[in-house]
């Protein structure tokens, strides 16, 4: 019923009830989503269990942001960069196979442009920019005439700015529907309310997982994928290992419509700052852009405080102060409502892609923080890959689990 | 004494007389009376739409009727984005239909 059984591994049990696929993916957020896709166009038999709704957290509660202006050169630039080559194929792509009556991704390549308002800020910017733009970024230096024809209502009291044409947005929750839509036209099965209470293991080889328990039934596959965000540290535990991901919280404030005054997203150049510090403590760091229905979000914050949801004003009162920096005119403003979530925070500021050195037949796609929307389509062509075992699109290495950062995070397998 | 017992003849909380009023949208005149939203008057005249969206230019009017959506803002005596829905009617407003076209990216 879902597809050609597994049958590439001894270890398949054929012989048991139950459903069984090549690959279980555990979470339909949009990392789960783009694996599902990929595994399933590989030729995978697929199941996806989620616990709640398909793209109902963390892929929710963002800004649907394809960055490559706040990375510094390094492993995670380099997926950004690989991930944005990925995406206008995808597009056009999902838009043949699903169709006109598909709702829009709403994919824009509308530019990023960040800005220094101190002179103590101006030079970090532009020393920042320069070390992107010899790892392959599109960064602009452009002066203050330049930047105000990008926006004329940005603030006076520029020091620096540069621009990102390669930065761009998606709708996250059309497009983690589009990415489903289409893993089911290739065969995959998404089952939705379907929580994961534990791990079924060989029981000739404890250290091997051959499925999982659902509130569903049992499923078996011989690979398992960790693709729960925030909570794939409680994904693991359930399955019996641990992984050091935590919550992140973050909110947005959305103003109400006016006529469009703002054309491509504007931070502020500490946001990078704020990005790479591990400090859990509340940050803010202005990120501003509008859509296109005229209302205008304003973030950024981070603030390590578990998955406590209260609406935290004080946090939301510095965003504001903060977006005014950038924008005067957002002095006048109405704000109209705000939302927030939580980003799955790795110690070391990587996502984790690939096997589970402890267990053999786990996989993980987790901890790419406030990227996930953006790096999805590059962690799906890399985890495929190793499943096939096949050579990966970039080195994957500076992503696996058993990395020597991660090595004080990680308990035994249990 | 409970509310319900009062008699509606010796009930003191009773509304003026409703005065009509007249509105112009789009400069078409629409009449109502005192009391009554912008988006009551409007609604009354038949008319459930009186906003483009930016990106599809699909209509939008009144969609959840609180001032919590802001679908339903229009131009009131030359102030831009009044909610209609929360706007008191005055005799003689000028209310003009909004549509704001989606901007040419500059990359």
Same mark, same amino acid.
Request: charged fraction near 20%.
């Given at each position: ?32 989503a783009?694996?599902?896709?990929s ?87 532009l020393?920042?920019a ?7 970024v ?5 002066d ?110 959305v ?29 803010t ?22 998955f ?34 939580f ?60 990395r ?11 | ?25 789009? !400069?078409?005149?629409l009449?109502? /009376? ?7 008057? &409007?609604? +009354?005249?038949? @008319? ?18 609180? !001032?919590?959506?802001?679908?339903? /803002? ?7 984005? &009044?909610? +209609?829905?929360? @706007? ?20």
């Amino acid at each position: 019923m879902i597809g050609p059984a597994a049958t590439k591994r001894e270890t398949a049990p054929r012989h048991m009830s139950g459903a069984s696929a090549d690959v279980i993916i555990i979470g339909a957020g949009i990392i789960g989503a783009a694996c599902a896709r990929s595994l399933a166009r590989a030729g995978r038999s697929v199941i996806v269990v989620e616990r709640g709704a398909a793209a109902s957290a963390t892929s929710a509660q963002g800004e649907g942001n394809l960055l490559v202006s706040d990375k510094a050169p390094g492993p995670e630039l380099s997926l950004a960069l690989y991930s944005s080559t990925l995406w206008d194929p995808a597009v056009r792509q999902l838009r043949d196979e699903l169709g006109p009556q598909f709702p829009s991704i709403e994919f824009e390549r509308k530019g990023g442009l960040v800005v220094a308002t101190t002179e103590a800020g101006a030079q970090p910017l532009l020393d920042f920019a320069a070390t992107q733009s010899q790892a392959g970024v599109d960064a602009r230096s452009i002066d203050a005439a330049e930047a105000h024809d990008y926006e004329p209502e940005l603030t006076d009291n520029l020091t620096a700015a540069v621009f990102y044409p390669q930065d761009a947005q998606v709708q996250p929750v059309a497009a983690t529907e589009a990415l489903l839509a289409s893993a089911r036209l290739a065969g995959a099965r998404v089952l939705t309310d379907t929580a994961v209470v534990g791990a079924i293991r060989d029981p000739q080889h404890p250290d091997t997982i051959i499925g999982v328990q659902t509130a569903a039934g049992a499923m078996y596959a011989p690979d398992v994928v960790i693709a729960a965000g925030p909570w794939s540290g409680e994904v693991a535990a359930v399955l019996g290992v641990t992984l050091p991901i935590r919550p992140r919280r973050g909110m947005v404030l959305v103003t109400t419509r006016m006529p469009h005054k703002i054309f491509h997203k504007v931070y502020d150049g500490d946001y990078f700052g704020a990005t790479q510090s591990s400090d859990a403590s509340l940050q803010t760091s202005s990120v501003i852009e509008s859509t296109a229905a005229g209302t205008v979000l304003i973030g950024s914050s981070r603030e390590q405080v578990g998955f406590d949801e209260q609406l935290r004003v004080e946090v939301l009162s510095e965003i504001a102060q903060k977006s005014m920096r950038l924008f005067p005119f957002l002095e006048n403003a109405s704000v109209m409502r705000s939302y927030g979530g939580f980003r799955p925070y790795m110690p070391d500021h990587l996502p984790v892609i690939g096997a589970d050195h402890r267990v053999s037949g786990l996989w993980h796609a987790s901890g790419h923080e406030g990227a996930g929307i953006g790096l999805s389509l590059a962690t799906a062509e890399i985890l495929t890959a190793q499943l096939l075992g096949e050579s990966t699109p970039v080195d994957d290495s500076p992503f696996a689990l058993d990395r020597e950062s991660l090595a004080p995070f990680l308990g035994s397998a249990a | 004494m409970a509310a319900r017992i009062l008699p509606a003849s010796d009930d003191p909380i009773r509304p003026e007389p409703a005065q009509s009023l007249g509105l112009s949208l789009d !400069g078409a005149p629409l009449s109502g /009376i005192t009391g009554q939203t912008i988006a009551g008057v &409007v609604l +009354a005249s038949g @008319r459930l739409s009186w906003r483009t969206s930016s990106h599809l230019g699909k209509p939008r009017g009144l969609f959840c009727g609180i !001032g919590v959506c802001f679908d339903c /803002i229009v131009t009131v005596n030359g102030e831009r984005d &009044v909610r +209609a829905c929360q @706007r008191r009617a005055v005799d003689g407003d000028v209310v003009e239909s909004q549509h704001d076209a989606l901007p040419e990216v500059h990359l």
